[in-house]
């Protein structure tokens, strides 16, 4: 049978009894320190797999204390046991990375519960389980992560069309990567020293989408005070990404397929041509035949646009990239984030490998994000990715798991999502600074306040930068 160590961090010898007593099992061998400088010496010489450590002890600090514990041994979880009513400390150890804090008195349930699964997160940190996480090379801005056969398919397309002009059509599923691909053909492309140019076509309603395209003169409209270029213009010599095209109306497509006929176009309110040199690439994850059949996308247009079409696979059908990617996710993050390196155990990256991801690369990504913010002592355990799951939206409809999800109007544009979002979260930004204020950067009082949980808090607090409002 494998037996557990645990000390027992504690200047009070009752608690240290009550521990061992507790505990009074072959599974477990109990070790006790009476304050911090003998709990490091017991580290030393015992190895334990498991601290329990009270906050208030004199001499050195359980604060002072964890500090040195997580610089010597950054795998070793500590859990921090505090009386009621001390949650300055508990803000400061959990940010020098306490696994857990509990509360005295202890509910003896939530403390097996609790040292159980901190157990478990340093077995899948023991030297045998681990697999680390190596530092990424992610100077060069974003990445085409993968070496599958069905990625490498990818690269070879990119290269082959890269060097011409022709235009291209990427399709795949929501977050396969179509924007990446599209910045990729473009940094391959003889016109990579010339601008890149994206606009979402379903971001953006269709009066004003024109003016984005093609620009107007002053007067063209009532409030068109100056006159302005539009993207085709700035694009030229580039390239231009025409992003969800799908979504351009019947009278936006004739003018596209005019310059992409001609290269030839005029501002809105002018009669003078304009004539560029733009490489089009476009993307949708819409059906476009369908499209073409219920005469919403114009046929010869289509033609235009998918001189070569790209189609990106989804991730189901290459896992055998996901160790890479999720290695690559995890290194940009952690740096991103200031956070220390974590580690993902065998058993993670099987589970991650076995999911279906209707999100895709997208979906992969922001599930790590969420777990990383919701780590503790730096291993991402399959529990984990459970939890962060459980919680993620299963695509880019950020929306569906807002926590005001529930008052959105149904059948939104994307746009009018877009807008409702943006609004929402402007909101809940200052509720949460208002509360944050009120509580003097006190998260868990702030939590209670907003009715929110404090791992949701965490994450807010994260999304938008509030950093700077919490207690240290
Ligand atoms: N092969 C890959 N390597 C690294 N990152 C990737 C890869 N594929 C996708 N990503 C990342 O996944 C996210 C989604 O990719 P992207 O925005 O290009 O998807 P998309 O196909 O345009 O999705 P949508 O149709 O929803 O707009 C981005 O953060 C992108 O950097
Ligand atoms: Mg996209």
């Not at 797999?49 to 795998?75: C, N, Y």
């Not at 040292?115 to 060069?140: C, G, M, Q, W, Y």
């Not at 490498?152 to 990567?177: H, Q, R, W």
């Not at 984030?337 to 155990?345: A, N, R």
């Amino acid at each position: 049978m494998e037996i557990r160590k645990i000390l027992i961090v504690d200047d009070e010898e009752f608690v240290r009894y009550s521990f061992k007593k507790l505990f009074k099992d072959p599974g477990y061998q109990i070790s006790e320190a009476a304050n911090g400088l003998e709990a490091l010496s017991q580290i030393k010489s015992v190895e334990p797999d498991l601290v329990l450590m009270d906050i208030e002890m004199p001499g050195l600090s359980g604060l002072e204390t964890i500090q040195r514990v997580k610089a010597a041994h950054p795998m070793l979880p500590v859990i921090i046991m505090t009386a009621y009513g001390t949650t300055e400390r508990v803000i400061a150890a959990m940010k020098y990375g306490a696994f857990e804090y509990l509360e005295k008195p202890f509910d003896v349930a939530r403390l097996k519960t609790t040292i159980l699964e901190a157990l478990e997160t340093k077995r899948f940190s023991d030297e045998e389980n681990r697999v680390d996480i190596l530092p990424a090379d992610t100077h060069s801005g974003e990445q085409i992560i993968g070496s599958s056969s069905a990625i490498k398919e990818v690269y070879k397309m990119i290269g082959k069309v890269a060097a011409s002009d022709v235009s291209v059509l990427i399709t795949g599923e929501s977050g396969t990567g179509k924007e990446l691909m599209a910045k990729a053909i473009h940094r391959y492309s003889d016109r990579s020293d010339k601008p890149f140019i994206a606009i979402n076509c379903a971001a953006i309603p269709d009066s004003l989408l024109e003016s984005e395209l093609f620009g107007f003169e002053k007067g063209a409209f009532t409030d068109a005070s100056h006159s302005k270029e539009g993207k085709f213009e700035i694009a030229d010599k580039g390239t231009l990404f025409l992003d969800e095209v799908a979504d351009m109306s019947l009278t936006l497509q004739a003018k596209l397929l005019r310059v992409l006929q001609e290269g030839t176009f005029e501002r809105i309110g002018s009669n003078k041509t304009v004539k560029v040199s733009v490489r089009v690439i476009s993307a949708t994850n819409k059906n476009l035949e369908a499209a073409i059949a219920s005469k919403q996308f114009r046929e010869d247009l289509y033609y235009r646009l998918k001189v070569v079409n790209l189609t990106l696979p989804p991730l189901r059908v290459h896992p055998e990239d996901i160790p890479q990617l999720t290695n690559y996710f995890l290194s940009r993050y952690c740096r991103e984030m200031k956070i220390p390196m974590v580690s993902v155990p065998p058993e993670t990256m099987e589970q991650l490998q076995r999911n279906t991801w209707p999100g895709n690369v997208r979906e992969l990504e922001n599930l790590l994000k969420r777990a990383l913010l919701l780590n503790k002592n730096n291993v991402i355990t399959p529990d984990l990715v459970t939890v962060a799951q459980r919680t993620l939206p299963q695509s880019d409809q950020i929306i569906s798991s807002h926590p005001f999800a529930s008052m959105i109007p149904e059948n939104l544009t994307a746009y009018e999502g877009r807008l409702f979002k943006f609004v929402i979260d402007q909101v809940e930004k200052e509720l949460i600074e208002k509360a944050l204020a009120h509580t003097r950067g006190n998260q868990v009082k702030a939590s209670k306040l907003l009715g929110i949980s404090r791992a949701m808090l965490v994450e807010r607090i994260e999304k938008y930068d509030l950093r700077n409002s919490i207690a240290e």
